[in-house]
């Protein structure tokens, strides 16, 4: 076999000295012959005739040897390609067009696949990322997943303890460690994991070493692991930063090691620092049971499914209910995987939406180079004519025109990696507006690459088989005559070519609607009424060191003297800052208790007093929130219109007052237990993260009555340029505490935040339905000029038979037309089946919305009709002397 394999290689490789050897070796045989036939007595001549009749023919014999070599389809291939790599150069307007149209469809989807596989293919870079699960609990009847929560630590240790299913169990909580330079003060992004939980992920340091098990024992925590890119930020990089120390939260913490470049925490961008978690007496003990701290990840054992880890975790839950009812008693557990909770989170619908539009661009490019395919074929149809009745059979004709599809394809790759290139650091640059993992990964790597590769093999088949089909389906009396019969092979290919132009403004239709749709939401976006006066407004975000703050009580006196320090200063205003993030669950106060899960809530902010006045709020009924407020004044909030909508309906809801039914997510309540809160006034809805992240029903706290730890957004109404004030701002909150943290300054930034969810897609989109219109008005065009040119004998008759210009004109537009009509009916209902997918990312406009479809129609037809003047105007100015004496 090996030799047989040398042999091939030798004659795929070497093939002119193989050829070589084979003319010797014939000509050595016929001269042998010959040679017997001299010594019986014939003459030289005569015997080298009869010698090469006997032999017979030689280069039969020279096919048949080749054929032996088994490498004659290798050869042949490599024939079809060089023919069609001339044919390509003698046409290079043809070869440009359609290597371009193929550049933006392809190099379009490599981009779009580089960023995907970054942000999902990529998302875990863990060994077998398949068997990581996430572990939650779940109110039982509950089932959304708003109402999944973390475990408690001895939950947590009872499942590791009995788990059949897998091959570890471990758990981990967020942390935000407070770190503390000489010349900064930040947050970190940090978290706490148990002794098992890098070995469940399989990754190790790249620098230094892992926790050992003693330090998760209470007492020698204060031991650190850094992020690979907070390691370059904060210490360049340095190697000798094992062994020292930083301050966090303004304890000590040795480093201990380094965690590897893209190293992304189960659910976080970047994760600044690891801790480990040392569980202390008070943790492990059975109050704390209903204490719902700790995230929990796990291995599934090989061959142990999702469903049948779920019913594990099922049983586990009967259990604990039963051993300890009190803290388990109506709670289940929920496994999930965690790639599906990551392909939920890295790809949101706005990506698919691009994704879609790339490959609706890929796909109209196709359309269109078939169709210059498709009537560039007549145009060899004598050749293929010729071929064909030299012997070559149609599928060898069929295989070389894909060799020349294929080169093409190959080609319009090639230029594609470059407009993959640009798409790449494109979309890099937008997914700063996406807080997804994995977005650093995003470039054009080997897996680009090969996809760039198979896509332009695939599209050469898609955009080439056709009509190296209708190519050649020829009639060979016909088209070697160049008579009547060929008319009826090209009237065959203009119907394939409307065929395709109907289809190319039916994907044009969809992709221009999902384009208009998203317009008209930015549009609304930007009109939107916020419920306030954005303009001259500065805002600011404040971290205070929790190592100097323990509670919020003690964060608030000095977030009174800070405001008092800013209002005073030289060109603001108005002064206040209020805390979002809060959720406030509650009952009315007089009505009957709700069902569980059934508990009405809403978002909570705490504010300082004066907020509704800086921003310009409009109070609809009652008071706004005053410095009479105070810790130890009754409860009291005002209320948005959502929420007065939502929950008094028909009552005026100001001297009404409601129940929390339990501490108010997020904030430090004094008044503890909760005591019913006083609604006072209504306001009418403020959108300060923009119309869309904002909506829904809102309670506004007294900051006062409800402080919370570690931060205020503070709003200053200013009479100058805002960002005119940062240094002075600055200076004012450091005069209070050097070690306060500022963070975004920036101008109320509503707008930016309610294009994030939308910019990008309408943007892309927009772009890519641009590209359509130009490919299909440029494939319109084509079929058009191309079905004038074959009737131009026709369009001679008839106007010598007394046809005005203007009734050819109405002929070729009207042949247009009716293409375009079609397209925009299968268009339209397609767009109808698709927008809907869209209907998250729109704002004040329907998926159906008939205004947008309407547009696009009439958009549609107007491009068509445009498409189809230059032809039709040249149809029109035909001579019907020179186009008669032509043919």
Request: charged share 20%.
């Amino acid at each position: 076999m090996l030799h047989d394999l040398i042999y091939r290689l030798r004659a795929l490789l070497r093939r002119d000295s193989m050829e070589a050897e084979l003319d010797k070796e014939l000509r050595a045989h016929v001269e042998q012959q010959a040679e017997k036939y001299v010594q019986a007595g014939m003459s030289p001549e005569e015997a080298a005739r009869r010698a090469r009749l006997e032999f017979g023919g030689i280069e039969q014999v020279k096919e048949d040897c080749r054929e032996s070599w088994g490498v004659r389809i290798v050869s042949e291939l490599a024939q079809d390609l060089r023919y069609g790599a001339r044919q390509l150069r003698r046409n290079p307007g043809f070869t440009t067009v359609a290597v371009l149209t193929l550049a933006l469809g392809i190099g379009a989807n490599t981009a779009m696949f580089s960023f995907l596989d970054a942000v999902v293919m990529r998302v875990l870079p863990y060994p077998q990322p398949g068997e990581l699960v996430a572990i939650y609990q779940q109110r039982r009847g509950g089932g959304t997943e708003s109402t999944q929560v973390p475990l408690s630590a001895l939950n947590v240790v009872d499942l590791q303890k009995d788990s059949q299913g897998f091959q570890e169990i471990s758990y981990y909580h967020w942390e935000r460690p407070f770190l503390g330079t000489p010349k900064s003060a930040e947050y970190l992004v940090g978290a706490a994991i148990s002794p098992e939980f890098l070995k469940l992920l399989g990754v190790d340091p790249i620098l230094g070493r892992a926790f050992a098990p003693s330090e998760f024992e209470p007492g020698n925590d204060r031991v650190a692991l850094l992020g690979y890119d907070f390691w370059q930020r904060q210490f360049g990089g340095r190697r000798d930063i094992i062994g020292q120390t930083i301050q966090m939260d303004g304890k000590p913490y040795t480093v201990l090691g380094v965690m590897p470049k893209g190293f992304y925490f189960v659910m976080d961008v970047d994760t600044n620092v690891l801790t480990p978690l040392a569980l202390s007496s008070e943790d492990l003990s059975e109050r704390e049971r209903s204490s719902h701290t700790l995230s929990v990840v796990g291995r599934l054992s090989p061959g142990v499914t999702l469903a049948s880890a779920q019913a594990e975790m099922d049983s586990a839950a009967v259990r604990l209910a039963k051993q300890y009812p009190s803290a388990n008693q109506g709670w289940g557990l929920k496994v999930r995987s965690l790639l599906s909770t990551y392909y939920r989170q890295s790809v949101p619908e706005s990506l698919l939406a691009i994704a879609a539009a790339t490959l609706l661009v890929l796909l109209i490019g196709c359309v269109n180079v078939a169709n210059l395919l498709l009537a560039r074929s007549s145009v060899r149809q004598k050749e293929i004519a010729v071929r064909a009745a030299l012997g070559a059979g149609r599928k060898r004709i069929v295989r070389q025109l894909l060799m020349e599809s294929l080169l093409l394809a190959l080609a319009g790759g090639l230029a594609g990696i470059f407009v993959g290139w640009i798409g790449v650091d494109l979309l890099a640059l937008a997914a700063n507006h996406y807080p997804v993992p994995g977005r650093q990964g995003i470039a054009l790597n080997d897996s680009a690459f090969i996809f760039c590769l198979s896509l332009s093999v695939i599209t050469a088949v898609i955009f080439g088989l056709v009509p190296s089909l209708r190519a050649t389906k020829v009639d060979l009396n016909g088209s070697l005559k160049e008579a009547a019969a060929a008319v009826t092979t090209t009237a065959g290919r203009s119907k394939v070519g409307g065929r395709f132009i109907v289809a190319e403004i039916a994907l044009a239709v969809a992709l221009v609607t999902a384009a208009g749709l998203l317009i008209r939401t930015s549009t609304n976006l930007l009109n939107a009424d916020l419920g306030f006066d954005p303009d001259h407004v500065l805002t600011f975000d404040t971290a205070f060191p929790p190592y100097k703050y323990k509670t919020g009580i003690q964060e608030s006196e000095h977030v009174e003297e800070i405001l008092a320090r800013l209002r005073a200063l030289p060109g603001v205003t108005d002064a206040a800052g209020f805390i979002p993030g809060g959720r406030l669950v509650f009952r009315q106060e007089g009505q009957p208790p709700p069902a569980p899960g059934q508990e009405p809530s809403a978002d909570a902010e705490a504010v300082l007093p004066g907020f509704m006045h800086t921003l310009r709020a409009t109070l609809i009924a009652g008071r706004e929130l005053t410095q009479a407020d105070t810790a130890s004044a009754p409860p009291v909030a005002i209320v948005n219109e959502s929420f007065a909508r939502v929950y008094f309906p028909n009552v005026n809801p100001v001297r009404r007052q409601i129940v929390p039914l339990s501490q108010i997510y997020g904030y430090e309540n004094p008044n503890a237990p909760p005591q019913p809160i006083l609604i006072v006034g209504v306001i009418k809805d403020i959108f300060l993260r923009g119309p869309v992240l904002s909506k829904g029903p809102r309670i506004y706290l007294p900051y006062s009555q409800y402080p919370a730890q570690h931060g205020m957004i503070f709003v200053l109404r200013t009479a100058v340029q805002p960002m005119s004030l940062v240094p002075t701002v600055r200076a004012a909150v450091r005069s209070v505490d050097s070690e306060v943290a500022l963070l975004g300054f920036d101008r109320m930034r509503h707008d930016v935040a309610s294009w994030e969810h939308v910019w990008l897609p309408m943007t892309a989109v927009s772009i890519f339905a641009g590209l359509a219109l130009l490919l299909s008005a440029v494939g319109i065009s084509g079929v058009i000029s191309y079905s004038v040119a074959q009737r131009t004998h026709e369009i001679g008759i008839r106007m010598a038979l007394g046809a005005e210009r203007r009734d050819v004109l109405r002929m070729v537009i009207g042949q247009g037309l009716r293409l375009a009509l079609i397209g925009v009916a299968f268009g339209v209902a397609g767009a109808l089946a698709l927008t809907r997918f869209l209907a998250s990312l729109l704002y004040g406009v329907t998926p159906t919305d008939p205004v947008t479809f309407i547009a696009v129609s009439l958009i549609l037809i107007a491009v068509a009709l445009a498409a189809c003047y230059i032809p039709a105007r040249r149809a029109a100015n035909v001579d019907p002397m020179t186009a008669l004496r032509h043919e």
